[in-house]
């Protein structure tokens, strides 16, 4: 998709993962890292593997990776209606591997995004941050991405889920 320069000598690439893409293994690995980072519980290297196989159609990932390692991905999705009625995206996933923070990743993956969506007519690039991380928050609004607090974020899940289908 796109070639970054990150200040090393090798080529830096930001790409749309494929289906059956070979670099589904580093890919998983570097979800691994993104689970320890948080510290929430994290699914087997070969269940994340078939699990990115199985992913909707809609769930797009980017990657940005370099001859040797996985550095970075975005995951996101297109979502309808927004202000306006207009179409947007709502970006679940930005990470960069611990190893290569502060070298321009996440910048350019969110450039990447915002280029898909202008591209594609879409308004807006939605998500969501961990209030308490104010070097993430931080890094968003270094980008021009303003906190909406008018704005909650809620989630339907486990036995609230179930019971709301039963």
């Not at 008018?150 to 989630?155: A, D, G, I, N, T």
């Amino acid at each position: 998709m796109q070639s970054i320069d990150i200040g090393t000598h090798m080529k830096t690439e930001i790409r749309f993962l494929l289906q059956d893409d070979p670099a589904l293994p580093r890919l998983a690995a570097l979800m691994q890292e993104m689970q320890t980072h948080y510290g929430v519980y994290c699914p087997p290297h070969e269940e994340i593997i078939a699990g990115l196989a199985r992913r909707p159609p809609a769930a797009e990932i980017l990657l940005c990776e370099d001859e040797e390692a996985m550095l970075g991905f975005a995951t996101f999705s297109a979502i309808y209606p927004g202000p306006g009625l207009k179409p947007g995206i709502f970006l679940k996933e930005l990470y960069v591997s611990n190893a290569q923070r502060e070298r321009g990743i996440g910048k350019a993956l969110m450039r990447a995004l915002a280029r898909i969506a202008s591209s594609r007519g879409l308004s807006r690039i939605d998500w969501t941050a961990d209030s308490s991380d104010l070097r993430l928050i931080a890094f968003y609004e270094r980008l021009g991405g303003a906190p909406k607090p008018e704005k909650l974020f809620f989630r339907l899940e486990d036995e609230a889920l179930e019971a709301l289908a039963d």
